[in-house]
């Protein structure tokens, strides 16, 4: 039986296609579903925008659902400042969602269970909501780290410790995601190879394979949504301080 | 549910040992040399999802979104419109409604009186034509009495007379009657 990991391997599908900075570029399978990823959701979204009836068909109320939640989740967590980045979050909530759910398509791929797609993700957030709040509150940016109220001289343990959970945030959000999707993956992996192994008595990790799959349909919309309303959280962190 | 804890236990199972697998197992996403492929198609993939949302689908679906909320608006404003004009025409129609019925009871009131006092201007006619009629008839009963109290004398008289005659043989008429009145008076009560 291959190793329940052997399905997170990176293979490249093309010859290199070009290099950057000595890395060899080539299409691999996780390229193809990343690639998928953009087609599948903005062929539906373009799809759903298209006609702009007044009243909206299958597709169009699906995009406009999208929108509101997306749209809903930021005027409660950030506010009216965070309609900046309303694309952004958008983007990045669908790109994160499609990921998960072409995962769970049989002989699919699953990009969001990889640590460098994750990191990279959560570090450009983290980088980016950095930016934004010293940008808008200048040297103002650091009382972050010192919450509003509390007594001076708790200033030398409280500063340490805020600072380390913010710096932690990136590696909370991605490794949230990337573990979530690799542990499915996994769990939905072994169980398959128990089907095999038991033969007629594989009907009994059949029947918990079937309820798992839901489960990691479920867990895949939920780690979407977690994902983009940290980000959102974080933002609004930035953007208002305490 | 225990689907749900097996997940959870494999999840600790697997974050807990994480280093140690990745390192045991090789996992593949911890993988260095293959980091930079997926950061480039990552790029990639996003930049092109962010432009094709920010620039086409956003937009159109929040166009689309708000004219709706207008025209929801709109017909709600419409209809609110609607339902103060029918509110005021009903409350007009019940003014005209009071003040004909007002009207109406004026009428009949007017109406009545008016019957009344023509019933009562007619019973008093009558009861004045009548009360003048049995006037009228006592005075004349009161007359033929008086008449007749009259003419009782001169009859008493002229009985006398005719008795006297013809018991005493001959009578004086004025002697009887001033002896007939002396009795009517004495007698009266």
């Given at each position: 039986m291959a190793s329940p990991l052997e399905q997170f391997a990176i293979q490249d599908l093309t010859a290199p296609l070009f290099s950057i900075g000595g890395h060899h570029i080539a299409v691999?399978?996780?390229?193809?579903f990343m690639m998928g990823a953009v087609v599948l959701s903005s062929g539906l979204l373009l799809a759903g925008a298209g006609k702009g009836a007044m009243i909206p068909g299958r597709i169009q109320a699906m995009a406009e659902l999208f929108y509101e939640f997306i749209a809903n989740m930021i005027r409660d967590n950030v506010g009216s400042a965070g309609k900046k980045f309303f694309p952004f979050i958008f983007s990045l909530f669908i790109f994160t969602l499609f990921g998960n759910i072409l995962g769970m398509l049989p002989y699919g791929y699953t990009f969001t269970s990889q640590i460098a797609v994750t990191f990279f993700m959560a570090m450009v957030v983290f980088l980016g909501v950095t930016l934004i709040g010293l940008f808008k509150h200048g040297l103002h940016f650091f009382s972050l780290f010192f919450p509003h109220g509390a007594p001076l001289f708790t200033a030398p343990i409280l500063i340490p410790i805020e600072l380390v959970s913010y710096l932690s945030r990136p590696i909370s959000l991605s490794v949230r995601l990337f573990a979530n999707?690799?542990?499915?993956?996994?769990?939905?992996?072994?169980?398959?190879?128990?089907?095999?192994?038991?033969?007629?008595?594989?009907?009994i990790p059949?029947?918990?394979?079937?309820?798992?799959?839901?489960?990691?349909?479920?867990?895949?919309l939920l780690?979407?949504?977690?994902?983009?309303?940290?980000?959102?959280?974080?933002?609004?962190?930035?953007?208002?301080?305490? | 549910m225990p689907v749900q804890a097996l997940r959870t236990s494999v999840a600790a199972a697997a974050l807990i040992g994480l280093p140690f697998a990745a390192q045991a197992a090789?996992?593949?996403?911890?993988?260095?040399?293959?980091?930079?492929?997926?950061?480039?198609?990552?790029?990639v993939c996003f930049a092109v999802l962010y432009f094709l949302m920010a620039k086409a689908v956003l937009p159109k679906i929040g166009k689309t979104?708000?004219?709706?909320?207008?025209?929801?608006?709109?017909?709600?404003?419409a209809a609110q419109k609607a339902n103060d004009a029918a509110r005021a025409a009903g409350v007009e129609q019940d003014k005209a409604l009071a003040e004909a019925?007002?009207?109406?009871?004026?009428?009949?009131?007017?109406?009545?009186?008016?019957?009344?006092?023509?019933?009562?201007?007619?019973?008093?006619?009558v009861s004045d034509r009548l009360g003048a009629e049995?006037?009228?008839?006592?005075?004349?009963?009161?007359?033929?009495?008086?008449?007749?109290?009259?003419?009782?004398?001169?009859?008493s008289t002229e009985i006398a007379t005719a008795v006297l005659g013809k018991l005493v043989g001959s009578a004086d008429p004025a002697q009887v009657a001033r002896a007939v009145d002396e009795a009517a008076k004495a007698g009266k009560p």
């Open positions: 691999t399978n996780s390229a193809v999707m690799t542990v499915g993956h996994v769990l939905l992996k072994v169980l398959a190879g128990f089907v095999i192994a038991l033969g007629f008595f594989g009907v059949l029947v918990v394979l079937v309820a798992i799959t839901a489960l990691e349909l479920l867990v895949a780690q979407a949504y977690i994902f983009t309303i940290l980000c959102c959280i974080y933002l609004n962190d930035a953007l208002h301080l305490h | 090789g996992m593949p996403q911890f993988d260095l040399t293959r980091f930079p492929t997926q950061i480039f198609w990552l790029v979104i708000e004219s709706r909320e207008h025209k929801i608006q709109a017909d709600l404003d019925r007002g009207q109406a009871s004026g009428l009949i009131r007017e109406a009545s009186e008016a019957a009344a006092a023509q019933t009562s201007a007619k019973l008093h006619e049995i006037a009228a008839a006592e005075k004349r009963i009161g007359e033929q009495r008086t008449q007749t109290l009259a003419g009782l004398g001169t009859m």
